[in-house]
């Protein structure tokens, strides 16, 4: 049983046809699993203004969530909490590339992760998430908690929402989005993670925020007024962010010991600026 399912899982998450939906609305679909070595499975098929959250206990378990329409949520907090996301990356940059040299402000960002009912909520180590939204206006969000976790999201449309947060060491973090105006936000506290954020498209933007050591983030774009923002504080980090296309904005703000950042643009009328700051007397 353990078999067809996995496999019916990955069917799925590849566009394998494995049966045939009528369109849906409104539905909420709930799994909590506790213990180890468990599947758990929502696919939505074509659906409008549905939600999906999984809950999972334990070691080695496996979740993915597949939705496809408008609407949708992967997570319990419907459409209020799209507008907490307080955070205007344009407004923000030119803010920081006009000030006096010297000076900048940080951003206002009121995400609420920590109140925050995300679609994929794992407790413990080795166990791997994944969720897939095809449409516009979907909130696909991964929270974990442990060591040697997967989390990957993958959405392809328009003013979509990506949101993951981890704790631990080892983990990878891995969001890919197509399309415009799209968000896509990582929160990572612990040691030797690894995250990127993948974009395509116009207009989307990209938040990492790191605190530990040794962790890696990077974010990729491509396309058209892209905004880009890495906020890292602690030790040995290091944090890169790649851009091409035009009129895009890339911020590094770190703070810590031991820290590097690196900033790629390829293009016509990009802006890029780095910000290292010694925190507690700490040299980046």
Same mark, same amino acid.
């Given at each position: 049983?353990?078999?067809?399912?996995?496999?019916?899982?990955?069917?799925?998450?590849?566009?394998?046809?494995?049966?045939?939906?009528?369109?849906?609305?409104?539905?909420?679909? $709930? @799994?909590?699993?506790?213990?180890?070595?468990?599947?758990?499975?929502?696919? +939505?098929?074509?659906?409008?203004?549905?939600?999906?959250? @999984?809950?999972? !206990?334990?070691?080695?378990?496996?979740?993915?969530?597949?939705?496809?329409?408008?609407?949708?949520?992967?997570?319990?907090?419907?459409?209020? #909490?799209?507008?907490?996301?307080?955070?205007?990356?344009?407004?923000?940059?030119?803010?920081?590339?006009?000030?006096?040299?010297?000076?900048?402000?940080?951003?206002?960002?009121? /995400?609420? /992760?920590?109140? /925050?009912?995300?679609?994929?909520? +794992?407790?413990?180590?080795? =166990?791997?998430?994944?969720?897939?939204?095809?449409?516009?206006?979907?909130?696909?969000?991964?929270?974990?908690?442990?060591?040697? =976790?997967?989390?990957?999201?993958?959405?392809?449309?328009?003013?979509?929402?990506?949101?993951?947060?981890?704790?631990?060491?080892?983990? $990878?973090? !891995?969001?890919?989005?197509?399309?415009?105006?799209? /968000?896509? $936000?990582?929160?990572?506290?612990?040691?030797?993670?690894?995250?990127?954020?993948?974009?395509?498209?116009?207009?989307?933007?990209?938040?990492?925020?790191?605190?530990?050591?040794?962790?890696?983030?990077?974010?990729?774009?491509?396309? @058209?007024?892209?905004?880009?923002? +890495?906020?890292?504080?602690?030790?040995? !980090?290091?944090?890169?962010?790649?851009?091409?296309?035009?009129?895009?904005?890339?911020?590094?703000?770190?703070?810590?010991?031991?820290?590097?950042?690196?900033?790629?643009?390829?293009?016509?009328?990009?802006?890029? #600026?780095?910000?290292?700051?010694?925190?507690?007397?700490?040299? =980046?």
């Amino acid at each position: 049983m353990k078999k067809f399912l996995f496999v019916f899982v990955f069917a799925a998450l590849c566009g394998v046809a494995t049966a045939q939906y009528a369109p849906a609305f409104f539905n909420d679909a $709930y @799994i909590s699993q506790a213990g180890v070595d468990n599947l758990a499975l929502i696919d +939505q098929g074509t659906s409008a203004f549905s939600s999906a959250f @999984i809950n999972q !206990n334990g070691w080695k378990n496996e979740a993915a969530i597949v939705q496809e329409g408008v609407g949708n949520l992967a997570g319990g907090t419907f459409w209020p #909490m799209y507008f907490h996301v307080n955070f205007t990356m344009p407004d923000v940059t030119l803010a920081w590339l006009w000030m006096p040299k010297g000076t900048y402000v940080t951003p206002d960002i009121h /995400l609420g /992760l920590s109140d /925050l009912d995300l679609g994929i909520e +794992q407790f413990g180590s080795k =166990n791997d998430a994944a969720i897939e939204q095809y449409g516009a206006f979907n909130m696909a969000g991964i929270k974990q908690y442990g060591d040697w =976790n997967f989390a990957k999201t993958v959405q392809n449309g328009m003013f979509n929402v990506s949101l993951k947060k981890s704790e631990g060491k080892f983990n $990878y973090l !891995n969001s890919v989005q197509n399309g415009s105006l799209n /968000l896509a $936000y990582q929160n990572v506290d612990g040691y030797l993670n690894h995250l990127d954020i993948n974009q395509g498209g116009v207009l989307n933007t990209a938040f990492q925020f790191v605190t530990g050591g040794m962790n890696e983030a990077t974010i990729n774009q491509l396309g @058209i007024g892209n905004d880009a923002l +890495q906020m890292i504080g602690g030790m040995g !980090n290091s944090g890169t962010i790649g851009q091409m296309g035009m009129g895009n904005e890339a911020v590094e703000a770190i703070y810590g010991w031991g820290n590097d950042a690196v900033i790629l643009q390829l293009g016509i009328g990009n802006d890029a #600026m780095i910000l290292q700051g010694a925190a507690l007397g700490g040299q =980046n």
